[in-house]
C-alpha cells in the first residue's frame, strides 16, 4: 500500500512538472531562429560555464555574503542529486548507497549548510527586504520553507521526517516550471548558450528583419532567457535609469517578455510595445551593460532593449524631436550635431594636423566631439601634444562620418549601415589599418559593429596608448592633486580598460575612487543616443554621478570619454559652488609635459 501511495504521488508530481516545463520548452523551441548563433568556439563557453555555474564565482563576487549563501544551496541541489533518488529508491525496498557511506554523509553535512543558507536567505528576503528584490510573493516563502523542510527531515531519521521529506519533495517539484525557481534547470542552459560579446547588439536576420516588433520577432535565445530570469534585482539595483526615478526597469523587460510569450505566445503578432513592455522604458537605456554586467543567470538585456528600439525606430513608430533632429543630422551633415564639414577642415588646418598617408604609425580618428565640441577638441589637441612629444606619428582622415555609435543603439540600422559603409570606404582608400581614438563609443564601434561589414579593425582608445607609454612622460616632483576618477562605460564594462587611465594618473595625482567605481561605475548618462535626447523624468544621470565625484572632497574629477566629459561638465557646475576641475587623461598627460607639471 505505501509503495502504491509513493507511485501515485510521484506521478502526479512528475506530471505536473512536466505539464508545465514541457510549456515552456516548447515556447522556446517555437521561437525564431536566431541568424546570429554559433555554437563554436566552445572553450569559452565552457570556461563560462565552470566559473558562472559550477564555481557561482560571478554570483559570489557581486553580493558576497547572499552569493554564498544562494551558492551553497545550489553545490547542495548538486550533491542531492543522486541522494534524493536513492531517498526515492528506499520507498521502493532499493537502495544505491548503504546508510554508512560517505556520500551520504558529505550529502548529510550540505543538508546543514543548506539549512542554515536558506534561513539567511529567508531573513533577507522577508525582514531586511532590499527594495530591488521587489514586493515580496508567496511563493518565494514556500518555496524558502520546502527548502528548509528537505534539509532538516533529511538530517532527523525515522519514518514521520521520511514521508515529510518525501512530501516536500513531491510538492516542490511541480512548483519549479511555475516560478521563478525555474531558474535552477535553465540557466546552466542559458549561460552556455549565451550570445558571445558582451552587450553585442545581433545584426539583423535579412531585409524582412525590422528588429522586435512582435512576438514572432524573439529569437530562441530572447525566449530562452526571458524564463530563466530569478527576479533577484541585481540588474535593476545597478540601473541608472532606475536609479533616477525613470519607468526603465531592466528586469521587468525581460519578465514583460516572459509574460507576452505567456499569454500571446511566440508566432504571435501583437506588438511587443503595448501592455507588458514600454516604448518609454525601453528608450530611457543608456546601454551603460550594468545589467548584463551583474545578470548571474546569462541574461543579456541589450539585445532586447536595442531591439525594441528597433522595431520601434524602423516601423516608424517612435516620434521623438530631439532623435528626428539627430538622425536629420547625420543624413545631411555626417555628424549628429549639425556641424558643417568645412568645421572640421577649418580645425585641422588650424593646428597643423597631418593628413593621414599610409606611412604614419596611426590614424588618429577624431570622432564627432573631437571635430566639432569645443572640449572635445581640447582633448585631442593634448593628445596631438603627448604624441609629438613622444614622437608617435599620426595622421586624420580628410573625411569622416560620425562612427554610428548613436544611431545604431538607438535602432537605426539603415542609418548606422550608410554611415558605417562610407567611414570603412575612406579608411580602405586611406590605407589606415590601425586607429586610435578618443572615444570609447567610437572604438566599441569600429572595432565591434562593424565586423558585420566584414571589417577587421585595429582600434585603440588613447587610454591605452598612454598607459604604454606613461614611464616616458615626466612625473610630477611633490604631491600632486586628488584625483577622482570617472569609470566610461564603455571603456570600463565593455572593454576591461580599468587601470590603464589610473596608470596616466598616478604620477600627476592621487587616484581615488567614488562609491561607485570600476566594474560597478555609475554611467555619466550619455550612452545609448541619449546624449542628444531630452532626459525629462526624474534626477539626471549625469547630476547623480557628479554628485558622487563631488562627495570624494577630489580637486580634479579625471575621464576617459568626451561624452562624459560633456556631461560631467554641466552636471558639475549644478551640484557644487565651485566645481572641482574636469580633466580627460589626454590633459593630464600633456599637463605632466609643462614646467611645474600644472
Known sequence: ?????????????????????????????????D????????????????????????????????????????????????????HLLRGFGLALFSRE??????????????????????????????????????ESGLIAALIFVLMVTYLIPGRLSWWLHTLALLIFLPLIPHTKHLHLLLSPVTVFLMRPGFSRIPPLAGEEDFGLVAGRDLTWIDSLQAYTCVECGRCTEHCPAQNTG??????????????????????????LLGEHLKMEAAFQCTTCGACEYQCPVGIQHLPVIVGLRRGAVNTGRWEDEHGTRMFLNLERSGNPLGFSHAEREKFIQKHGLPLFDGAQEYCLWLGCMGSYDQQGREIVLALVEVLRHLGVSFGVLRREKCSGDAARRLGNDLLFEELARTNLEEIRKSGATRLLSICPHCVRTIRGDYRDFGANLEVEHHSELLA??????????????????????????????????RQVIEPWGTVVDPRRGRRRGFCCGAGGGLFFLGEEQGTRVSVERAQELV???????????????????DALATVSGVPPALLDIAQIAAARLRPGHG
Open 551 to 569: 562627495a570624494t572632497g577630489a580637486g580634479v574629477v579625471g575621464a576617459a570619454c568626451p561624452f562624459c566629459h560633456s556631461m560631467l561638465r
Open 468 to 501: 604604454r607609454f606613461s614611464a616616458r612622460l615626466p612625473a610630477r616632483s611633490r604631491g600632486g592633486e586628488k584625483v577622482v576618477f570617472h569609470d566610461a562605460c564603455y571603456l570600463g564594462r565593455y572593454r576591461g580598460l580599468f587601470d590603464q587611465p
Open 1 to 33: 500500500m505505501r509503495m502504491f501511495a509513493l507511485a501515485l504521488l510521484l506521478a502526479l508530481s512528475v506530471s505536473g512538472f512536466l505539464l508545465r516545463f514541457v510549456a515552456v520548452v516548447r515556447i522556446v523551441r517555437a521561437s525564431r531562429k
Open 246 to 271: 525613470k519607468l526603465l526597469d531592466p528586469k521587468e523587460i525581460i519578465l514583460g517578455a516572459r509574460r507576452y510569450l505567456n499569454e500571446c505566445g511566440p508566432a504571435s503578432e501583437t506588438p
Open 35 to 86: 541568424a546570429d548563433f554559433r555554437l563554436r568556439p566552445l572553450r569559452p563557453r565552457i570556461k563560462r560555464f565552470v566559473w558562472e555555474v559550477l564555481l557561482q564565482g560571478k554570483v559570489i563576487r557581486e553580493r558576497p555574503w547572499p552569493g554564498l549563501a544562494h551558492a551553497l544551496v545550489f553545490w547542495g541541489f548538486c550533491a542531492f542529486a543522486l541522494a534524493t533518488l536513492d
Open 101 to 138: 557511506s560517505l556520500y551520504l554523509r558529505v550529502v548529510a553535512a550540505f543538508a546543514a549548510a543548506v539549512a542554515v543558507a536558506i534561513v539567511g536567505l529567508a531573513a533577507r528576503r522577508f525582514l531586511v527586504r532590499p527594495k530591488w528584490l521587489g514586493p515580496l510573493s508567496w
